[in-house]
């Protein structure tokens, strides 16, 4: 998998990097993101405990398995709204940022923009969408809760393959989802768009969501083990308290810095999904706004594919020419501080 990614580093980097960016200026995704994040672990609780509540009370017969499936799925369904939700709403609010930046029609608060679209225009698309993933993860539940096979083998093969597909699934969902939430499209004009980039991109899609998930995915733990080390150490030797309240104040340290960190990886790999749909499908609106940024974009990408998209080749043109000046312009004065060229010459 390296080898077929190794390629793609650079530009992926620049594409993080412009997340961190975006996300510093409208910061407010991760109040959303925050609030999601509490609302579903509550939601979470209550349909947990409703579940086990009425599949103790209700006997055991073939025909409340019919209700446990319209159960699941529920819970799973409004899992994925929420999550989606939460998704489109930072995706809407980096493409203020991407296509608005430095204009007029910027809005004041982007974040509560993106919200209300999300919410009023974009939830038919969203629960649509969340629906095909929720059944998906529907069937993998009470299959793998399934006790009659004779061939254990064969069903980890089959729970193997699902869940495989039900990553992709989910990526594919956040892609289409990126453009729900910054061209307005429905979900199955946004799928057969994603599918449409899948084929002119479908490696560098997987190699943007594997990277920067991987990136902070290891970040998430090495950040709460310093916040529980942090913790310890001042309860320890600031506050003296004792071993127990030593080791509980660590436990609690690590799971506050594993939230805060998860907030900010969840808004980070939506946002570097938008920033990449977004440069493949509109780089012109980057280099109206982030014209550093979009140099160095369209450089990787050039290093990358080893050629660019049409709608890209009139870019690279002036960008090559801008570098072709500049590094003549460095040839010039490193001549002349040798001597071989006047300065006066320099400006021909």
């Known amino acids: 998998f390296y080898l ?34 509490i609302w579903q672990a509550i ?24 209700g446990d499936v319209l159960l699941v799925l529920a819970f799973f369904w409004s899992f994925e709204v929420w999550r989606n939700l939460n998704g489109v709403t930072v ?66 093969f089959i729970l193997c393959f699902l869940g495989c597909f039900k990553i992709i699934l989910e990526m594919f969902n956040q892609y289409a989802f990126v453009q729900v939430a910054v061209y307005g499209k429905g979900y199955c004009h946004a799928a057969k768009d994603t599918i449409k980039l899948m084929k002119r991109y479908g490696i560098a899609a997987v190699a943007t969501d594997d990277i920067v998930e991987g990136a902070l995915r290891s970040g998430r733990f090495w950040g709460a083990f310093f916040v529980a080390g942090v913790a310890g150490i001042l309860s320890r030797t600031i506050y003296l308290v004792p071993w127990s309240l030593t080791f509980f104040a660590t436990v609690i340290g690590f799971f506050i810095g594993y939230f805060v960190i998860t907030m900010v990886a969840v808004v980070i790999v939506m946002t570097a999904a938008t920033l990449f749909i977004c440069f493949a499908i509109s780089p012109s609106a980057m280099k109206n706004h982030h014209p550093e940024l979009h140099d160095k974009l369209l450089i990787a990408w050039k290093k990358r594919h080893n050629k660019l998209p049409t709608f890209m080749k009139k870019g690279w043109v002036k960008v090559k020419g801008a570098l072709k000046r500049k590094r003549k312009l460095k040839k010039a004065v490193e001549e002349s501080n040798e001597g071989a060229v006047p300065l006066e010459n320099l400006n021909k």
């Open 4 to 37: 077929l990614i190794r390629n793609h580093i650079a530009y992926i980097a620049l594409i993080l990097k412009a997340s961190v960016k975006a996300v510093r200026d409208v910061h407010g995704v991760f109040l959303v993101a925050i609030i999601s994040f």
């Open 43 to 66: 939601w979470c609780a209550i349909f947990i405990g409703a579940f086990y509540k009425i599949r103790s009370a209700t006997p055991l017969n073939p025909l409340s398995w019919g």
């Open 91 to 156: 995706a809407g609010s980096v493409a203020s940022w991407y296509f608005f930046k430095k204009s007029k029609d910027m809005p004041l608060f982007p974040t509560f923009h993106a919200l209300t679209r999300s919410i009023s225009l974009y939830s038919g698309a969203i629960c649509f969408g969340s629906l095909i993933v929720a059944i998906l993860k529907t069937f993998i539940y009470f299959f793998r809760k399934s006790k009659n096979t004779k061939q254990p083998w064969l069903k980890a």
